[in-house]
């Protein structure tokens, strides 16, 4: 089965933080990507990159980079976190369809 | 027009019934199409995986991917009430280098 794996369920950091979200997969998949889940809006691609230093915006880039060192290993930066950066966040690996991780619920307060 | 729809729901059926869940999309490229589950506060769960056209059938579980109508559907039989959750279509096409277009999901209760 894959794995993937978020760094952790739950988060609660403060307005101006620097956020790191780590995510990890076991599959030796190529693609990865982040997305953000809410309510009404349904499930947004922030980042995605295909291969090892290779990112690509998604539909939402604004106040979030990437940074992919290792391949299996993807990680998402809020360089400044601010409240309406609330939210589910998800990460998945797929050769065609996607897995995702459990999610990490980030609340900015 | 949003490339995939997908009614919200809330859906409430009673243990035992037919459920049919349904998305429509507008990009006739796409090739892939995906069901997934996501209970609350967990991430998406594949259930499940189709190319192209046709019907796949894996348990209770049934898709059926209708490309001349842009219509695929979901149908589940003999619903528990473990089947509420919300129910995620997507779909992708290889020119996109696989990325998803994902509908908004449809909320199911399955009552005792």
């Known amino acids: 089965d894959v794995k993937v794996t978020q760094s952790s369920r739950y988060l609660v950091k403060r307005t101006g933080e620097k956020v790191f979200l780590e995510c990890v997969q076991d599959?030796?998949?190529?693609?990865m990507f982040w997305y953000r889940q809410d309510p009404g809006l349904g499930l947004r691609l922030i980042y995605f990159?295909?291969?090892?230093?290779?990112?690509e915006k998604g539909d939402i880039p604004e106040g979030y980079s990437v940074s992919r060192e290792k391949k299996e290993r993807f990680s998402l930066i809020l360089e400044s976190a601010s409240t309406n950066q609330t939210s589910m966040y998800l990460c998945?690996?797929?050769?065609?369809?996607?897995?995702f991780g459990q999610g990490t619920r980030l609340t900015v307060v | 027009q949003k490339e995939v729809e997908q009614d919200p729901g809330p859906l409430s059926v009673p243990e035992g019934a037919i459920v049919s869940l349904n998305c429509t999309y507008s990009?006739?490229?796409?090739?892939?199409f995906m069901w997934y589950r996501q209970y609350s506060r967990k991430g998406p769960e594949l259930l499940m995986y189709?190319?192209?056209?046709g019907n796949k059938e894996d348990g209770r579980f049934t898709a059926q991917v209708d490309k001349s109508s842009k219509y695929i559907s979901l149908f589940i039989r003999d619903s528990q009430p473990s089947d509420s959750a919300t129910y995620l279509c997507?779909?992708?096409?290889?020119?996109?280098?696989?990325?998803?277009?994902f509908g908004k999901g449809t909320s199911l209760l399955v009552t005792p």
């Open positions: 189709t190319y192209s056209s």
């Open positions: 599959m030796d998949h190529e693609n």
């Open positions: 997507a779909m992708s096409d290889s020119n996109s280098g696989y990325a998803l277009n």
């Open positions: 990009n006739s490229a796409f090739q892939y």
């Open positions: 990159s295909y291969d090892v230093k290779m990112k």
């Open positions: 998945a690996t797929q050769p065609s369809e996607a897995f």
